[in-house]
């Protein structure tokens, strides 16, 4: 078979390396010289796209780095060749059942929960796909459960992926740059179950307007879960306890209270424990859980005013679950906006005074109505002005609801770009 395989970041290389396993005759399209300057023994086509280079091959294999209205794409389809993505061509060389786990928001800390909870159980669960490590990657590897975390670019293009146990978190607008259309996005995550069977548990929020459409309109074995109620059916919080099954654990115990990681908590464990895990081992990783690195990381308080690095929240869906998680908020917001609505996000009642960075940094501005606002043109001076705007109850809060790259390299890059100042600073005070 001749495949082409667009793109040559994480998952290009990792379809090109399982395509030189299986024999298969690859080539790699990518747009930067540089990246296919990294590639060695296949050939490659770079810089502007041209059609004829689809001539000859039988299977296009896509990246998540490029949009579905891509020139290469849609070249593809039109010329009728099968395009798939890494998740499609590894799903069909694995042997390992597979827990996936999509949403707008969530997906890495339910993924790292649910991986924790089988290997903690004594199970080999290997956690992959969006998460960093490729799919393609674990084919010929023998552990007893993967774990795939699936962004809505990944299961665009699916024809037979389907996971034993599927959790769908939430769908908010998000990647409209990518997807152009939210119906295109929600068909995306909704591929999460396009061949799921009635046998196949689907767990999802209840509390998620999206989540409950998709979950009602398919015919899966549906298990609703909340950080907020449980209902006749499902597993959550009732009353004082999170209630699942075999397992009931009091909130007091529990590290966090923001219903949005309490839902993580009910959906991992829901899904681990349909998965083998032992109610000893899921306990304990509720126990002790910690959320992601700048999911809510606290910075430190100083002067009855606390800092909180979210730079995770790179769309307005997660920014508002942010803010609301505080009373009082001076929010640092902004970057690169993905084509979404910022106004809920600063219009949210707990946000007192709004500090706007980045490209989307008018826009902000614009959208903020009454709030008290200004912009910043770095990291730096947008601390500066948060500490100056803050006051004793404060919660200064980087919730940017948009993409880092006009500033960054990376929200990890963001983050810890906002924790070293804020640290400088109250240090040289």
């Not at 060695?40 to 001539?55: K, P, R």
């Not at 903690?120 to 490590?133: D, E, P, Q, V, Y």
């Not at 947008?382 to 006009?406: E, H, K, N």
Request: glycine content about 10%; proline content about 5%.
């Amino acid at each position: 078979m001749r495949m082409l395989v667009l793109g040559g970041g994480i998952s290009g290389r990792g379809a090109v390396r399982l395509a030189g396993r299986l024999g298969h005759d690859v080539a790699v399209y990518d747009r930067d010289p540089e990246v296919l300057a990294e590639l060695s023994g296949v050939h490659t086509f770079g810089g502007e796209w041209q059609s004829d280079w689809l001539d000859g091959f039988d299977l296009v294999v896509t990246s998540p780095g490029l949009p579905e209205h891509s020139a290469p794409i849609t070249a593809a389809l039109a010329a009728g060749l099968p395009v798939w993505g890494e998740l499609e061509f590894a799903a069909r060389y694995l042997t390992a059942p597979i827990i996936a786990v999509t949403g707008t928001n969530g997906k890495t800390t339910v993924t790292t929960l649910i991986a924790d909870m089988l290997n903690a159980s004594g199970l080999r669960a290997t956690a992959a796909g969006n998460i960093g490590t490729a799919l393609t990657d674990l084919v010929g590897s023998t552990p007893d459960v993967i774990v795939v975390e699936a962004s809505s670019f990944q299961l665009r293009f699916i024809e037979e992926f389907a996971p034993n146990v599927a959790v769908l978190l939430n769908i908010a607008p998000d990647h409209l740059d990518w997807h152009q259309t939210f119906e295109n996005y929600r068909d995306a995550k909704a591929n999460l179950i396009k061949n799921a069977g009635p046998d196949v548990p689907l767990i999802f929020d209840i509390d998620d307007a999206e989540a409950g459409r998709v979950a009602a309109g398919s015919s899966t074995l549906a298990i609703p879960v909340s950080g907020k109620s449980r209902i006749a059916g499902g597993w959550g919080v009732d009353g004082a306890r999170l209630v699942l099954d075999g397992l009931e654990l009091p909130l007091d115990e529990i590290p966090v209270s923001d219903p949005a990681f309490l839902l993580d908590l009910a959906a991992a464990g829901t899904a681990a424990l349909l998965a083998g895990a032992d109610t000893e081992a899921v306990g304990k990783i509720i126990r002790t859980f910690e959320p992601v690195n700048h999911r809510r990381t606290v910075v430190g308080t100083w002067g009855n005013v606390t800092w909180v690095d979210d730079s995770k929240a790179t769309n307005p869906h997660s920014a508002l679950a942010s803010v609301a998680a505080f009373r009082s908020v001076v929010l640092i917001a902004g970057g690169r906006n993905k084509g979404l609505d910022l106004a809920p996000i600063v219009r949210h009642p707990s946000v007192r005074m709004v500090v706007a960075i980045g490209e989307a940094a008018q826009e902000i501005i614009a959208s903020t109505d009454q709030t008290p606002s200004r912009t910043a043109g770095s990291m730096e001076e947008a601390v500066s002005a948060a500490a100056t705007m803050a006051r004793p109850g404060d919660t200064v809060l980087l919730a940017p609801g948009c993409a880092s790259f006009d500033m960054f390299d990376s929200y990890e890059h963001r983050g810890d770009v906002f924790r070293q100042v804020v640290l400088e600073m109250e240090e040289g005070e």
